[in-house]
Nanobody, 115 residues
Framework: QVQLVESGGGLVQTGGSLRLSCAAS????????MAWYRQAPGKQRELVAF???????NYADAVKGRFTISRDNAKTTVYLQMSSLKPEDTAKYYC?????????WGQGTQVTVSS
């Protein structure tokens, strides 16, 4: 089992920045992919960005150039640096780890961008 704990959400004004963190613990296998998803009220959960244990990264078009995903050296913590935030970025952000055919999810952290 893998446990994922997110932190760093909050309320920010348009154009502001936030940094989300997700700490993984438990039986972490490699290779693995860690990702951030988000879900706004009434919408489906969508992929924001992911990073592999080999440090490959990818981003949704809506956040390219504004968000940066990274991992620590131990590869057990993933970050999402969010800049130039827009009201449409308002959502609950979830950390995800995919490894050996299993998906693990955190509880989510709320990000609210005021206009």
């Amino acid at each position: 089992q893998v446990q994922l704990v997110e932190s760093g959400g909050g309320l920010v004004q348009t154009g502001g920045s936030l940094r989300l963190s997700c700490a993984a613990s438990g039986s972490i296998s490699r290779p693995n992919t860690m990702a951030w998803y988000r879900q706004a009220p009434g919408k489906q959960r969508e992929l924001v960005a992911f990073t592999t244990s080999g440090s490959t990264t990818n981003y949704a078009d809506a956040v390219k150039g504004r968000f940066t995903i990274s991992r620590d050296n131990a590869k057990t913590t993933v970050y999402l640096q969010m800049s130039s935030l827009k009201p449409e970025d308002t959502a609950k952000y979830y950390c995800n780890m995919y490894t050996l055919g299993y998906n693990y999810w955190g509880q989510g952290t709320q990000v609210t961008v005021s206009s």
